[in-house]
């Protein structure tokens, strides 16, 4: 199966009404931070069952596939990515998470972004240094912070917190409300595992969290510990 083939089978799905919708959804207006991305109007499911019939792609395909104009076509090729690096071995989870960081500009809307990060950069420095991450927390480019942050997710299912404790830290300034929200998330998902870890990060800071990454974090608090915490 090559690369004309996998991209003549996402463009026979395209919707034009449900590519207006998109367009909007992921705000690609003007001054929004989508600005610029094309949509075909096809949906994940359909891009799934797509990827699965071309999970052998050759990394120059999934290049030619990641550089595209086009949202469903980048996020196809992001879909065989992840399928790639997880069936693969050290090499080539190496060699695929380095393809991921050489074209991380490519990765630029939140559901590219959650599709991969944890998957791919999160299970790859799960072992290794993370100065990596730290590093994107300070970048100027919004969707790099996102990565930094949501790549810890792999750290949390495995028991390990302190980094993303160290990176909301980092990201309580952030201005952005797809950066709030997403240290939100992670916050909540330490607390689902050990509320004791979240209730001392929130102690510590949640008077001075964006009023999106606090209301994020507690979501799943009762009635009463909500209003404590969101009362400044």
């Known amino acids: 199966m090559s690369l004309k083939e996998i991209l003549a089978d996402i463009k026979g799905l395209a919707d034009p009404d449900r590519a207006k919708i998109l367009s909007q959804f992921f705000k690609t207006g003007k001054g929004e931070y989508g600005e610029g991305d094309a949509f075909l109007g096809v949906g994940v499911p359909e891009l799934r069952k797509i990827s699965r019939r071309y999970s052998s792609l050759p990394l120059s395909a999934l290049k030619a596939m990641l550089t595209s104009k086009t949202h469903e076509i980048r996020f196809t090729a992001l879909l065989v990515l992840v399928m790639q690096y997880e069936s693969s071995w050290e090499n080539g989870k ?91 998330w992670m916050l909540r998902e330490i607390g689902n595992r050990d509320r004791s870890v979240e209730e001392k990060f929130l102690d510590k800071h949640h008077k001075r969290m964006p009023r999106t990454m606090l209301r994020y974090a507690i979501e799943k608090f009762d009635d009463e510990q909500r209003r404590a915490y969101m009362k400044r």
């Open 94 to 184: 190496k060699e695929r998470f380095d393809f991921y960081i050489n074209h991380i500009n490519y990765i630029n809307n939140w559901d590219l972004v959650d599709l991969t990060a944890d998957r791919i950069a999160g299970d790859y420095l799960s072992n290794k240094d993370r100065t990596l991450l730290f590093n994107m927390a300070c970048s100027e480019n919004l969707w790099e912070r996102r990565i930094s942050i949501i790549a810890t997710f792999n750290f949390i299912k495995r028991g390990d917190y302190r980094d993303t404790l160290k990176l909301a830290e980092i990201l309580l300034a952030d201005g952005h409300d797809l950066i709030h929200k997403a240290v939100g």
